[in-house]
């Protein structure tokens, strides 16, 4: 496994090879969701990267940027496990340097759900996905599911932009309770974490009262609400059941619809998807 932190030796590594590799973006400190994008990714491609870099620029002020965990040493033994090819951890100001001021907006998916409620979000992400990208030049890129929004965010920019890049997105990994696994679960304490397993069923709720008939939007999220304030430690931000293409908000559910949610348990702030 080759590791750099410098994009110059990663476009000479990139340049060696004889086909586009496959990427997979995180933030590091890595969790089964994370793997199975990387097994999922090693299985299709001859060469697999993987880049971990906590992106600065997708944190609002008050967020939880100087916070986010990190690990470097034990995520390099999990990708050495994993037999993946090239690493590339840079630090922001690599690609950030002085100077930078070129940002990539999409346009209305972003303006919804996660990108309301963080402003500049989706633009830090958008930014951050292009530049790692344009260094890496990888055929196919692997997102998760339960960031629902971001891969429809960065699929409409390399839409937009003729990237040319396959953009897979896999199932949400969960832990036993349904919980949807996350870096940021590590600010749980226990208490918290059994709490947050209601995020879960109050999806799945919406699900079964979808099967067994209900259409209007608005009924459905009612009662995921009320589930959720069952659990005084979980703060809901925002339930949406929305198209999965546009994101636009449903009222009446006569196709498949993506249900979504973000809340606050203590000072963590989750969010966990299904499609209905
Ligand atoms: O999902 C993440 O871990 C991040 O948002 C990503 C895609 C690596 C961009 O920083």
């Known amino acids: ?58 944190f609002g002020p008050k967020e939880d940027y ?50 309301f409620s ?25 997102f998760g599911q339960k960031d629902a929004q971001q891969a429809l965010v960065i699929q409409k920019m390399v839409t937009d932009l003729n990237m040319g890049i396959d953009i897979h997105v896999l199932p949400t990994v969960r ?5 949807a696994l996350s870096s940021r679960n590590v600010y749980l304490s226990v208490k918290e974490k059994n709490a947050a397993a209601i995020l879960k069923k109050s999806l799945d709720l919406a699900s079964e009262r979808y099967q067994a008939g209900e259409i209007d939007a608005s009924v459905i999220k009612d009662s995921m609400l009320e589930l959720i304030q069952s ?17 636009h908000e449903l009222e009446t559910i006569s196709g498949p619809a993506l249900v979504s949610l973000a809340a606050w348990i203590g000072k963590t702030r989750l969010i966990d998807n299904i499609l209905i």
């Open 1 to 58: 496994m080759k590791f750099t932190n410098e994009i110059n030796k990663l476009i000479g590594l990139r340049n060696s090879l004889t086909e586009p590799p496959g990427l997979v973006p995180t933030m590091g400190y890595l969790h089964d969701g994370h793997l199975s994008l990387i097994r999922e990714a090693r299985k299709r491609h001859r060469m697999l990267v993987v880049s971990i870099f906590v992106n600065p620029h997708q």
């Open 66 to 115: 100087h916070n986010y965990p990190q690990n470097l040493e034990r995520d390099l033994d999990i990708l050495k496990q994993e037999n993946v090819d090239i690493v590339f951890a840079p630090a922001p100001e690599e690609i950030y340097p002085e100077g930078f001021d070129t940002w990539v907006e999409v346009g209305d998916l972003t303006r919804r759900l996660e990108g």
């Open 118 to 142: 963080r402003p500049g979000h989706f633009k830090g992400v958008a930014t951050v996905v292009l530049k790692l990208f344009n260094i890496i030049r990888p055929g196919s890129a692997y």
């Open 175 to 179: 832990d036993s309770s349904g919980l």
């Open 231 to 247: 659990e005084p430690l979980v703060k809901t931000d925002y339930i949406s059941i929305a198209s999965p293409q546009t994101l």
